[in-house]
């Protein structure tokens, strides 16, 4: 029996293909995630909104596709990503209808009829905005898509994702008093694609979330590269009061291959949570095969970090402490002295692990997970000391030809005395690293013996391991 590779603590549909998370919304005390779903076996088909509900933000349960292109309206194409806002006690979606791209609405029912979010009836206005506003018409190339809807200072406000084609992608604003009618009111920020430092920002963007975190405006989105074909997530940040945007601090949300097209959602505890989507990095051909392709992010909290200009706070959420299951403690190592079978008797491939670790100057340590007893297939994740980076190599993970691995390296200075806080959650492909509340790495790796399952702590030079806990994990469903 080959392993399995799909996560189990991670949310993802019964079957087939998702990709981007859709219309968060909390209502009546329980989380609404919805989310880009194709609910056949083809991988290329008409795009739906897939929908699940959860009490805690950790298990889910699946309900009903919500949205379905409609044969002639304005999403025939395809129902594309948006958000969901409560219109003064009517669930409202607010999402992008193809071809060509435009805005649709779509609402469920309210108060005596209500029926918890399950139907959805779209709104007769439809499309509520036909296009790129007429100066941005012919540039756009009809890339007009994902927009994001909230409330503020009495009115509906809109970001959405759109292009110049001969400068780069832009995020455009709107504002509405009845999320039917809207203004257009100018761009939010455009990019350069010629631009390489610090990343590219490609040709048109998409998937903006633009929200207030700890005093500042704070814009993530996710930049396409109709060239390139890379795909990240991006963020920038200003003063609150800054008017228009002027960003003092840009950023990468989540390094690596996988994680893309993230949507927040402000809680009503008032934390920030954000999903993304992770896609896969195996051949088409076997998504096919096995059937399912895609899962979602953990919900990660975000924060702004005071003192820290620049520096977005990435952590997992709270809640997920209630998949711990067995445990195991180790402090106070020496790593250079530590038996190096320490960790022999602990195997698995849904594992979670916390790590609190001094280094010397010039020092590396971490872990290796997923590993062969005869280290065949392996994956590292370390700290290197001296180049100030956290480094997540695949690049043994896998004896599979198909699955092309790699090296994911993310830049992690330390403050003098300050430990490292390495976080790692592991669920069968899935492997997101967080680290001292401020990165985030997201892979993915798919070994093909069913033994690699071992863990092992990798180190050079000398470093102390002051606790490390290590759980297994149950399972979301
Ligand atoms: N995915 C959606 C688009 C969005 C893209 C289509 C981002 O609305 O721009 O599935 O992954």
Redesign the pocket.
């Known amino acids: 029996m080959p392993p399995n590779h799909r996560p189990a603590f991670h949310f993802l549909p019964e079957h087939y293909w998702m ?2 998370p859709n219309g968060l919304i909390e209502w009546q005390g329980q989380t609404h995630l919805f989310y ?1 779903y194709i609910p056949n076996a083809a991988f290329r088909d008409k ?1 739906h909104w897939g929908h699940a509900v959860s009490a805690d933000r950790v298990h889910w349960q699946h309900l009903p596709v919500a949205l379905a292109p409609t044969p002639g309206g304005p999403d025939a194409g ?1 129902c ?3 958000s969901a806002v409560d219109n003064d006690g009517v669930p409202t979606l607010i999402y ?1 209808g ?1 071809d060509p ?1 435009v805005v649709c609405l779509a609402t469920s029912a309210a108060g005596a009829s209500a029926d918890g979010l399950l139907t959805w009836t779209k709104h007769q206005a439809n499309p509520v905005i036909s296009g790129p506003p007429a100066e941005l018409a012919t540039a756009a190339q009809g890339q007009f ?2 927009p994001f809807v909230w409330r503020e200072a009495g009115a509906w406000h809109m970001v959405i ?1 759109c292009k110049d084609k001969d400068h780069g992608g832009l995020v455009l604003r709107y504002r509405s008093a009845d999320l039917v009618h809207w203004d257009y009111r100018g761009v939010l920020l455009a990019g350069d694609m010629n631009q390489g430092e610090p990343f590219r920002t490609g040709t ?1 963007w ?2 903006p979330n633009y929200f207030e975190l700890d005093g500042q405006r704070v814009l993530i989105f ?1 930049p ?1 590269d109709e060239i390139r074909h890379t ?1 990240y997530s991006v963020v920038y940040a200003a003063s609150r009061q800054d008017e228009p945007f002027t960003p003092t601090a840009q950023g990468l949300v989540v390094y690596g291959p996988s994680f ?2 993230p949507q927040s959602l402000r809680l009503g505890d008032g934390r920030r949570m954000m999903w993304g ?1 992770l896609k896969e990095t195996r051949s088409r051909e076997t998504q096919l095969a096995e059937g399912w392709s895609g899962a979602m992010s953990l919900p990660m909290a975000l924060s702004w970090r005071p003192g820290a200009p620049g520096e977005l706070g990435i952590a997992p959420a709270e809640e997920l402490k209630d998949l711990r299951r067995e445990h195991w403690h180790f402090e106070n190592l020496d790593v250079a002295q530590t038996d190096a079978g320490l960790l022999s008797a602990i195997n698995g491939d849904c594992l979670e692990m916390e790590a609190v670790c001094q280094l010397d100057p010039g020092a590396e340590l971490g872990l290796r997970l997923r590993a062969a007893p005869d280290g065949q297939e392996q994956t590292r994740v370390r700290y290197q000391a001296a180049q100030q980076q956290l480094a997540v190599d695949t690049r043994a993970s896998s004896l599979s030809a198909e699955v092309a691995g790699g090296l994911t390296t993310a830049p992690l200075g330390l403050a003098p005395g300050e430990p490292l806080r390495l976080h790692i959650f592991l669920d069968r492909s899935v492997l997101e690293v967080f680290a001292n509340g401020r990165r985030c790495l997201a892979v993915r790796l798919y070994p093909t013996r069913d033994d690699s399952l071992g863990l092992g702590l990798v180190s050079q030079g000398s470093a102390r391991l002051a606790a490390l806990d290590i759980w297994k994990m149950g399972t979301i469903w």
Do not use: F, K
């Open positions: 990709n981007d880009q795009l395809g594309w990503t948006g992008t193809i791209q898509r994902d994702g048109v998409e998937c996710s396409g795909q893309y097209a989507w």
